[in-house]
Nanobody
Framework: QVQLVESGGGSVQAGGSLRLSCAAS????????MAWFRQGPGKEREGVAC???????SYADSVKGRFTISRDNAKNTLYLQMNSLKPEDTDMYYC?????????????????WGQGTQVTVSS
């Protein structure tokens, strides 16, 4: 049974920072590519950042230069450092796992999802 548990969400003013964490209960964690997605009310879920098991990363254009994804394979944990936050970053953020080495920001490729953690950025 794969479980992904996010933490670190909260409320912050514009320009502030948050760090999200995702603890994964996966026996072969280092065989999975990991990603962060976000979704707001009435919006489609969109990929924010991903990191393959090969260490390669990919980011949505809207967060490039502000967000950094990283993973600690020894702790089975994924992180998302979010700096220079904007009100439009307000969303529910989801951790996601996909078996295989390649980083992918497509919803259809994801095998497992976390329950989400809310991020709210006020102006």
């Amino acid at each position: 049974q794969v479980q992904l548990v996010e933490s670190g969400g909260g409320s912050v003013q514009a320009g502030g920072s948050l760090r999200l964490s995702c603890a994964a209960s996966i026996d072969t964690y280092n065989h999975y590519s990991m990603a962060w997605f976000r979704q707001g009310p009435g919006k489609e879920r969109e990929g924010v950042a991903c990191m393959g098991s090969d260490g390669r990363t990919s980011y949505a254009d809207s967060v490039k230069g502000r967000f950094t994804i990283s993973r600690d394979n020894a702790k089975n944990t994924l992180y998302l450092q979010m700096n220079s936050l904007k009100p439009e970053d307000t969303d529910m953020y989801y951790c996601a796992a996909r078996f295989g080495p390649s980083c992918c920001l497509g919803v259809a490729w994801i095998n497992y999802w976390g329950q989400g953690t809310q991020v709210t950025v006020s102006s």
